[in-house]
């Protein structure tokens, strides 16, 4: 079954814990990426990854960090969380595509984290 | 100003009502239009996607892309209750996806 999973589904943390949320896709897709959905403001783009080693920032990379050192997973770390990162986050993947064509996009089942 | 502006409702319909959804957006280099569903503790799923202007329709549910008034809309007939999800309309712009807030929809038994 195709699927992105991500880990935990649920956390709650204090300020300045290190924590990592993990994403893992079997599609074999070359492009994921991270985004945060917060009431009134919609699903907001935190970094993107093209392929294997390449990432890039989104809409609101601040306070985050990724790496894409496997084509299946797709890790999002906070290195010192704050307040304002509580929201809920979602790992998406699809193909790569190109300029002028839409592949669709896959959405994790999304991990909502709460930093105190 | 946002790039894609939805409101956010919430909406609440009786069961077999029309339901009307609807999104503007500043930027005219968008090419695709996509709607999303999310239901309660799930990840988004594609609903419909329309490639530039014109209407287009799958089942209950039609979207529709006017790029001249940067609006695009999605209705859906005869709602049911297993139709409550808020609804996120997205917008592709070279390699981006760019979202709405999502509008909440509870179709009442």
Redesign the interface.
């Known amino acids: 079954e195709a699927q ?1 999973t991500q880990n935990p589904r649920y956390l709650i943390t204090v300020t300045g814990k290190k924590l990592t949320v993990t994403c893992s896709q079997n599609m074999n897709h070359e ?1 994921m990426s991270w ?1 945060r959905q917060d ?7 935190i970094y993107y990854s ?1 392929n294997v080693e390449v990432t890039d920032k989104g809409d609101v990379p601040e306070g985050y960090k990724v790496s894409r050192k496997e084509k299946r997973n797709f890790p999002l770390i906070l290195e010192s969380p704050s307040p304002n990162q509580t929201s809920l986050y ?1 790992c ?1 993947t699809r193909l790569a ?1 190109s ?2 064509s ?1 592949n ?7 991990t909502r984290l709460t930093v105190l | 100003q946002k790039e894609v502006e939805q409101d956010p409702g919430p909406l609440s319909v009786p069961e077999g009502a029309i339901v009307s959804l609807n999104c503007t957006y500043s930027n005219s280099a968008f090419q695709y239009f996509m709607w999303y569903r999310q239901y309660s503790r799930k990840g988004p799923e594609l609903l419909m996607y329309t490639y530039s202007s014109g209407n287009k329709e799958d089942g209950r549910f039609t979207a529709q892309v006017d790029k001249s008034s940067k609006y695009i809309s999605l209705f859906i007939r005869d709602s049911q209750p297993s139709d409550s999800a808020t609804y996120l309309c997205a917008m592709k712009n070279d390699y981006k996806l760019s979202f709405g807030a999502g509008t909440t929809v509870t179709v009442r038994a």
């Open positions: 992105v492009y985004y009431p009134g403001l919609g699903l907001r783009q093209m979602f998406a595509g300029f002028s839409y669709e996009q896959f959405f994790g089942p999304g």
